[in-house]
Nanobody, 118 residues
Framework: QVQLVESGGGLVQPGGSLTLSCAASGIPFSISRMGWDRQAPGKQRESVAT???????IYADSVKGRFTISRDNHKNAVYLQMNRLQPEDTAVYFC????????????WGQGTQVTVSS
């Protein structure tokens, strides 16, 4: 059974920091591309950051220089360090796991709410 369990969301003031964590099970973690998506109210879900099995990272332009994604293959975990948070970062953040070669899959967790407000 695949499980992606996010934690670490909450309320933070503008300019503050949060670290999201995702614990994965039921997938071949070390060969999966892991990532974080987010969905703000009334907006489409967007990819925030991904980290490949080799450690290569990709970030959305809106978070470059502020967010850092990392993974720990020993713990089957992926993290998103978010600094200098802004109100427009308010969204539900989803952990994702993807394998792009056979057998392919793409899974998401249930999400964790991040609210940036004074």
């Amino acid at each position: 059974q695949v499980q992606l369990v996010e934690s670490g969301g909450g309320l933070v003031q503008p300019g503050g920091s949060l670290t999201l964590s995702c614990a994965a099970s039921g997938i071949p973690f070390s060969i999966s591309r892991m990532g974080w998506d987010r969905q703000a109210p009334g907006k489409q879900r967007e990819s925030v950051a991904t980290v490949g099995s080799g450690g290569g990272t990709i970030y959305a332009d809106s978070v470059k220089g502020r967010f850092t994604i990392s993974r720990d293959n020993h713990k089957n975990a992926v993290y998103l360090q978010m600094n200098r948070l802004q109100p427009e970062d308010t969204a539900v953040y989803f952990c994702s796991a993807e394998k792009t070669f056979w057998p392919k899959f793409h899974y998401w967790g249930q999400g964790t709410q991040v609210t940036v407000s004074s």
